[in-house]
Nanobody, 124 residues
């Protein structure tokens, strides 16, 4: 199983990025998926999660209305569209997959598979 994130980078405050997570070795249509982030000196926190069907999503309060999570099972890819970025969004972003649950999962411990991360840096 392999999850590979891409799309991170350096952007000015107010800008946008779209992260992608390409998954191999799993049937993505059967998995709950999520995006997490970790800033230096802080714990890993959920950014957005999406259920197996895509009908249920969860967003952290800090990104609600600015970020959008989506999935394309045909392409085995998870996306995170990030708009109106703020310096506080600076972190390493990770995608995760769970193949034994179907909901929009907020807890890191519920995911079995993780990518290596992609860095997002927002300058003020």
């Amino acid at each position: 199983v392999q999850l590979v994130e891409s799309g991170g980078g350096l952007v000015q405050a107010g800008g946008s990025l779209r992260l992608s997570c390409t998954v191999s070795g799993l049937i993505l249509a059967a998995d709950a998926l999520g995006w997490f982030r970790q800033a230096p000196g802080k714990g890993r926190e959920v950014v957005a999660a999406i259920s197996m069907t895509g009908l249920s999503t969860h967003y952290a309060d800090s990104v609600e209305g600015r970020f959008t999570v989506s999935r394309d099972s045909a392409k085995n890819t998870l996306y995170l569209r990030m708009d109106n970025l703020e310096p506080e969004d600076t972190a390493m972003y990770y995608c995760a997959a769970s193949d034994d649950r179907i909901g929009a999962l907020k807890l890191p411990r519920l995911y079995q598979y993780w990518g290596q991360g992609t860095q997002v840096t927002v300058s003020s």
